[in-house]
């Protein structure tokens, strides 16, 4: 059974940074591409970032270009998301699935689904 494990969030001020882990047990994400979304409150889920499977292409929402930075740590089983320069609309869950993608699209309709953490960005 796959499972999918979040973790590193929590509340974080403004320009501040935050890595979120998305753990898996039951496959080997080395062999998907892994995406994180976020829904913030009122709102409709959204992908936020993305790595292919072949590791060849990243897709990042474009509110966070520069900011963010997507990784594996194939070691750990694990997708990194960093996350610096935090602004007040980057609060929200994060979930990581495992979905397709590539640099300009990531397919909404994953096949699995963490539980989410929360990122509150505050003053």
């Known amino acids: 059974q796959v499972q999918l494990v979040e973790s590193g969030g929590g509340l974080v001020q403004p320009g501040g940074s935050r890595r979120l882990s998305c753990t898996a047990s039951g496959t080997s994400l080395s062999y998907y591409a892994v995406a994180w979304f976020r829904q913030a409150p009122g709102k409709e889920r959204e992908a936020v970032s993305c790595i292919s499977d072949s590791d060849i292409s990243t897709f990042y929402k474009t509110s966070v270009k520069g900011r963010f930075t997507i990784s594996r740590d194939n070691a750990k089983n694990t997708v990194i998301l960093q996350m610096n320069s935090l602004k007040l609309e980057d609060t929200g869950v994060y979930y990581c699935?495992?979905?397709?993608?590539?640099?300009?699209?990531?397919?909404?309709?994953?096949?699995?689904w963490g539980r989410g953490t929360q990122v509150t960005v505050s003053a």
């Open positions: 699935a495992i979905t397709r993608c590539d640099s300009t699209y990531v397919d909404l309709t994953a096949d699995y």
